[in-house]
């Protein structure tokens, strides 16, 4: 049944219930906004942002636009990476004086892989109220919509930038049960893939999840082994901000994996290459291209060893 929204929306009494909340002064808000769409902002954030004595914000140009399209004018106070410490010390005497405080990231939940965790931390150690106002998170909404069913899910947020520490960050997650969650640049994305090839393998499903809420928003699941592929037919999906998500841990594709390492590695050392995959498949059950790809990375591996 069709709903006309014109007819059944009544945004005064949605007004009424977010003004009826106590807003109490002394106390530093943590408001999630928008990760693409302005339409995302929720009734309380507007409240809590017509309330506020000032706004804390990552990046005082971004948050004065996205203040403009509500038609508000606030108070900003600068609070990125690079001076957390001593602005919490500002807030802590601001939120002591009995003013409202808003802290916002430029998109999304604050302190989630973005500013706002040594603030938040700093305020509550001063002995003072914090109280988030939910809402948009690229995290969870691209887990969401992933499609990978676990009751457990790993953040991890950016991966290191260096090959080395990268690497062994990786190491320590792939055998863990839960649905692992990245975020990645654009500009590193296909390295961010190749990296997650050698440290999961070939079968392991990924989800990627793009311009979140945008207009241009792409959502794609497949194995590993296809993603440097999907990655290569579009340029554009060298652009906009990543959620990367992989399948947790199997028991059984582990075991599945070291088989046909183990089979590969002994048929390596006496066949060539082709040769080596086609009976691997056929020893193993599994599909003889991804076993191929697989040995040409065991090659790769020996060659650089030598």
């Not at 995302?40 to 948050?63: G, K, M, Y």
């Not at 790809?293 to 030598?306: C, F, T």
């Amino acid at each position: 049944m069709n709903t006309d929204l014109s007819t059944s929306f009544h945004p005064s009494a949605l007004l009424q219930a977010v003004s009826e909340q106590s807003y109490p002064n002394a106390t530093l808000y943590v408001v999630a906004t928008p990760i693409g769409n302005s339409a995302d902002i929720s009734l309380r954030a507007l409240h809590v942002f017509s309330l506020a004595d000032a706004i804390a914000c990552e990046d005082t140009r971004n948050t004065a636009q996205l203040m403009s399209r509500y038609g508000l004018h606030k108070p900003l106070i600068a609070a990125h990476q690079h001076n957390e410490h001593e602005v919490a010390q500002k807030i802590i005497t601001r939120l002591q004086a009995g003013e409202r405080i808003a802290l916002v990231s430029d998109a999304g939940t604050p302190a989630v892989s973005d500013p706002g965790a040594i603030i938040v931390d700093a305020v509550r150690s001063a002995g003072l109220r914090v109280t988030p106002l939910p809402g948009a998170s690229a995290a969870i909404s691209a887990l969401s919509a992933s499609g990978l069913i676990n009751d457990q899910f790993y953040f991890v947020g950016f991966l290191p930038s260096k090959a080395g520490q990268r690497d062994g960050v990786l190491q320590h997650l792939v055998h863990l049960p839960a649905t692992l969650i990245f975020y990645e640049a654009p500009h590193r994305i296909v390295e961010c893939v190749d990296a997650l090839q050698n440290a999961f393998g070939l079968e392991r499903r990924v989800v990627f999840a793009r311009e979140l809420s945008k207009l241009f928003e792409e959502i794609h699941r497949c194995t590993l082994g296809e993603a440097a592929t999907w990655l290569a037919q579009d340029n554009h999906r060298e652009k906009g901000e990543y959620v990367v998500l992989i399948e947790g841990a199997s028991e059984q594709k582990d075991q599945q994996q070291l088989e046909a390492h183990r089979v590969l590695n002994i048929l390596l050392d006496n066949l060539p290459l082709k040769q080596a995959a086609a009976i691997a498949a056929q020893i193993t059950g599994q599909k003889k291209n991804a076993l191929y790809d697989l040995a040409l990375k065991i090659k790769g591996g020996q060659s650089n060893a030598e």
